[in-house]
């Protein structure tokens, strides 16, 4: 039994301590909202928050995450409503959306970090989260909008 | 002849069958009076709720299809979008084609959307007349309602259902489409995407995301090399992993390779963790078959044979042999593009379940009516049981063509069948990589020849595994490899294009913007060496290549141009589109302004999927690093039905572009693909994008395409900036070879 944090609820989950936290979320949690796109850190599109420090759900074996706090994308409003979500919208960011869970989840560290990033600063944290659809400026411009609506909350 | 990749599909036994039916129906000749709903055409439901149901029956891959179809029919039948559902279409011979590709969704549907909304228009002005006792003229139709002339009366959508589900289906010439200056949603700018709080909340479901009850998930390790087979296999540590349920062998594949499957050995788990772990620990011991022998490096020699005396003509005008005789100067070039992986950011997923009488299957499918088909021949349902066969189509996590081409869902129909279980198979990204539908790699030699400070003759050979050799492994040739090649909108006096041929060895396919990707590397950078010979200044060039404003007639040439299954009545190669695009996105980058040192400017256009794009790409080169400083396009498709949409995929068909152009490279050695995940096929980054800006090129021609057509015009744009930076010339796709990325 591992017991495991999500979005603020407690779970006790019934698995090896290797699997990652990424089939945890998806098969055992029936969270899907947090993707899969490579399984070796190199996309970016599984991020999800562990004590607030991104993370890449794919690589994170769940004894490394036993009585953290985890937060995926499905825990970072209840109604869309976080302003770096809001501001996704605003700016109509996604295209296929596969990466923008990730995408949310690292924009979200970082503005907790740096709530006023620049440029510089949103390539350097967002450059782990990989998009074939080309949404990346569109993403730049969403990021300066949340800072702006305080999207480091 | 080659044939367009329509055409081309429509000969394959699966495909677009399909005809455009259903509009003809009567509303229901059985409807009670008391009718609580009304289905006129395949793609509305009106309920007497007032509730609008509409169908959405291409897929959603990040263009945007979903919020660009209903809109159109609920602009043309006066609806009020706020009480619009969106349903997403199951795969049914009713629609017509379903095919999601080709960048035809709008181009190929939109007068039959604007039909299917102006029936139920006018079945309810009818209906309201009747209600009113008035002639129809006496009803307006206007946001969810009837309106009496008098200005008083007027009737809900709702109200009007019980009646209009009386009433005949009026034929098609009856019907009165709304003038494009009436619309109240299409062809205006802010539109919030229909999936959009879905997507950012993680509640939208891609087929990696379905969840059926009792579903297991199997993973496949397929044959590295295609057609080879397993000649033994060992589980026993397989089926000791916690959570994996059994071993199945799949069956082995035989030419052609079309759709079906690879073949291999399954791994069915209760989890994914265990299915990846299960087959990490099988034991297989492989017969590689004839493909073996392939190395994509080796073979360049046989491209380069095959260049030497190519003798498949594509189009020629004027005679380029005397071109070459008389000629003042020439220029020749060869140029190589490597093949490329759909990288789609979802890898490949699908899930079945049988039924009573079926299979229902759920699949992120750009083609759900092949994926029935495909279903139906391996399990071998007959033709009159298509009903059994249910393929819903989930959101797309990326499409680029790999998803029109349905092995994956033969897999998970196969997987249920053979274990009476559901099934998700899964794709993991090295299978993604290793087991695709690859764009071809290529190789070109061009030539241009001078008289009088003027291009006097314009030759272009190409040679690339023919995407025809997936279905028939005798083609050597064709196979759409003339597009962005044969349709050169270059005034020259004499001109020959011609091809290749050559073997295949791996599964070849279509990958966003086809053929056009080499072709209009090659002959836009080729341009930019002719510009550069003559000492004149690539943009004044170009439009003097393009020349005079005109249709350029190809069938008058003798050429059997597809022109992306579209008449040149409707869709003419127009020059004067051409050069408006070319001038509206140089003077968008400011041509003429002088750039820093070390910078510089690239030009390029194209037209493809019956659109125009210029493109202007601006680079640095500081200590032989490539750095983008600023991308610029132009597009003119026509009429932009979702005009954010066209943005999107403006700014995404660069990255596309960019990222295959920086890196794309897939290779096989031993017949087995080289690359396997993002380390060693990687995508562009966001440090590597600057600014895009793009811009729409006012038009009232038809809908063209939106999601290829972007493309094209980039790479070339790009080496030719490098050039205009540096002085060297890049004639070898993809740039990282060389160190500059
Ligand atoms: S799936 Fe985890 S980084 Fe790609
Ligand atoms: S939106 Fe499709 S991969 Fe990013």
């Known amino acids: ?153 | 002849m080659t044939l367009s990749r329509r055409a081309f599909i429509q000969r394959l036994s699966f495909g677009s069958a399909g005809l455009t039916i259903g509009l003809q129906l009567q509303a229901s000749s059985f409807a009670p009076a008391d009718a609580t709903e009304f289905t006129p055409d395949v793609f509305v439901t009106l309920e007497a709720s007032g509730t609008v149901r509409i169908r959405c029956h291409r897929s959603e891959m990040g263009q945007g299809i979903r919020s660009t179809i209903p809109r159109l029919i609920a602009d043309e039948m006066e609806a009020d979008w706020n009480k619009v559902v969106v349903e997403q279409a199951l795969g049914d011979a009713k629609y017509g084609d379903q095919n999601t590709d080709g960048s035809r969704s709008i181009r190929k549907n939109y007068d039959r959307l604007k039909r299917a909304g102006a029936t139920v228009r006018t079945l309810l002005q009818q209906a309201a007349a009747d209600t009113w006792q008035v002639a129809p003229d006496q009803v307006r139709i206007h946001n969810h309602a009837a309106h009496h002339a008098d200005g008083k009366k007027t009737l809900g959508f709702g109200a009007l259902v019980a009646k209009a589900a009386n009433l005949p289906v009026p034929a098609a010439d009856q019907l009165t489409l709304k003038p494009e200056k009436d619309y109240r949603y299409v062809m205006k700018k802010e539109w919030e995407l229909l999936d959009g709080l879905d997507i950012v909340t993680g509640k939208a479901e891609y087929g990696y995301d379905v969840a059926v009850k009792d579903m297991k998930i199997a993973l496949i390790a397929r044959p590295p090399v295609v057609f080879g087979k397993v000649k033994s296999f060992d589980a026993s540590e397989t089926l000791k992993v916690p959570g994996v349920l059994e071993v199945v062998e799949m069956p082995a594949l035989s030419p052609p390779a079309a759709f079906k499957m690879l073949g291999g050995i399954a791994v069915v788990a209760e989890h994914t963790w265990a299915a990846i772990q299960g087959r990490e620990k099988l034991k297989i011991e492989w017969e590689d078959g004839p493909n073996a022998k392939y190395d994509t490096v080796a073979h360049q020699a046989e491209f380069e044979k095959a260049l030497e005396d190519p003798k498949h003509v594509v189009r020629q005008h004027g005679n380029w042999q005397e071109a070459e005789s008389q000629a003042e100067s020439r220029l020749d070039a060869a140029y190589k593009v490597a093949g490329l992986a759909h990288a789609t950011m979802e890898p490949l997923a699908a899930t079945a379940r049988l039924t009573d009488d079926g299979v229902e299957v759920w699949a992120c499918t750009q083609t759900p009516q092949a994926a029935q088909a495909n279903v139906m021949q391996t399990l071998e349902i007959p033709q009159e049981k298509a009903n059994s066969v249910k393929v819903h189509v989930t959101l797309l996590g990326g499409g680029f063509g790999r998803k029109s081409k349905p092995d994956y869902v033969a897999e998970a129909a196969f997987l249920a069948h053979k274990t009476k279980r559901t099934i998700k198979v899964l794709w993991t990204r090295e299978d993604e990589i290793q087991h695709g539908y690859y764009h071809s790699p290529s190789y070109q030699k061009l030539a241009a020849t001078f008289q009088k400070g003027k291009l006097s003759g314009w030759y272009h050979a190409m040679v690339n595994h023919p995407i025809g050799a997936t279905f028939n492994p005798a083609a050597r040739v064709g196979g759409s490899a003339d597009l962005g090649q044969g349709d050169a909108p270059y005034d020259v006096p004499h001109m020959r294009i011609v091809n290749g041929e050559t073997d295949t060895f791996m599964r070849i396919g279509w990958l966003r913007s086809v053929t056009n990707i080499n072709n209009a590397f090659a002959a836009s950078s080729f341009a930019d060496e002719c510009a550069a010979h003559l000492k004149k200044d690539p943009l004044a060039f170009l439009l003097e290549l393009i020349g005079p404003d005109r249709h350029i007639d190809l069938q008058a040439e003798g050429y059997g141009y597809g022109n992306y299954g579209e008449t040149t009545e409707r869709f003419p190669i127009d020059t004067a589109r051409l050069k408006q695009v070319l001038n509206t996105v140089a003077k968008q980058a400011e041509w003429t302004r002088k750039r820093p040192k070390g910078h510089g400017l690239g030009i390029a256009v194209h037209r493809s999927f019956c659109s125009y794009v210029g493109a202007v790409i601006e680079v640095s080169m500081a200590d032989n690093k490539l750095k983008i400083e600023d991308i610029h396009l132009a597009i003119d498709c026509g009429l932009a039905i979702n005009p954010d949409r066209v943005h999107s995929q403006l700014e995404g068909a660069a990255m596309f572009a960019i990222s295959n152009a920086l890196y794309g490279q897939i290779t096989a050695e031993k017949g087995r693909v080289v690359q396997s995940n993002f380390h060693d096929f990687p995508l562009a980054r966001i440090n590597q994008f600057p600014s895009i800006r793009t811009t729409i090129v006012s038009s009232d021609g038809p809908p063209g395409g939106v999601g290829e057509p972007g493309v094209p015009p980039v790479a070339p744009a790009l080496c030719n900036a490098i050039f205009a930076a540096s002085g060297k010339r890049y004639r070898d796709l993809p740039l990282s070879q060389f160190g500059i990325v």
């Open chain 1, 1 to 153: 039994m591992i017991a495991l944090t999500v979005n603020g609820k407690k779970h006790e989950i019934q698995a090896e301590p290797e699997m990652p936290l990424l089939w945890a979320l998806r098969d055992l949690l029936g969270m899907t909202g947090t993707k899969y796109g490579c399984g070796k850190g190199l996309c970016g599109s599984c991020t999800v928050l562990m004590d607030n420090e991104p993370i890449r759900a794919c690589s994170m074996p769940l004894a490394a995450v036993a009585d953290k706090n985890i937060t995926t994308i499905e825990g970072l409003s209840t109604d869309g409503g976080h302003p770096v979500q809001q501001a996704w919208l605003q700016f109509s960011v996604p295209q296929c959306g596969y990466c923008q869970a990730g995408q949310i989840m690292s924009a979200v560290a970082l503005l907790r970090k740096n709530p006023k990033p620049d440029d510089e600063a949103i390539d350097a944290a967002m450059s782990g989260n990989l998009c074939r659809c080309g949404t990346y400026t569109r993403i730049r411009k969403a990021i300066h909008h949340a800072a702006e609506q305080g999207g480091a909350k």
